[in-house]
């Protein structure tokens, strides 16, 4: 059974970084391509970054671009989120996802396997 488990959550001030964790367990991680998504109280589910497996390509979202930075450690089956220059708008519910394609993918239904989310809040 594949289990992903977020840690890293928090209350920030606005303009302040945090950095989440998602350990994978119960598949080689290094042929699962990564994402993080988020949903805030009343919307739907957003995209937020990517990284694949097969060639450590990114994808992020507009709204993070050179804010956020996904990375990997295939020794650990981590994933990581680093977040900088936060702001009130980012806050949400964080959900690490995994999936079995080869490719950086923004779409959510390409991922097989969903941790259980961990909550960011960012007050202005």
């Known amino acids: 059974q594949v289990q992903l488990v977020e840690s890293g959550g928090g209350l920030v001030q606005a303009g302040g970084s945090l950095s989440l964790s998602c350990v994978v367990s119960?598949?080689?991680?290094?042929?699962?391509?990564m994402g993080w998504f988020r949903q805030d109280q009343g919307k739907e589910r957003e995209f937020v970054a990517t990284i694949s497996w097969s060639n450590g390509h990114t994808l992020y979202a507009d709204a993070v671009k050179g804010r956020f930075t996904i990375s990997r450690d295939n020794a650990k089956s981590t994933v990581y989120l680093q977040m900088n220059s936060l702001k009130p708008e980012d806050t949400a519910v964080y959900y690490c996802a995994a999936g079995r394609t080869s490719w950086a993918t923004r779409e959510s239904h390409l991922y097989d396997y969903w941790g259980q989310g961990t909550q960011v809040t960012v007050s202005s």
């Open positions: 119960g598949r080689t991680f290094s042929t699962l391509t």
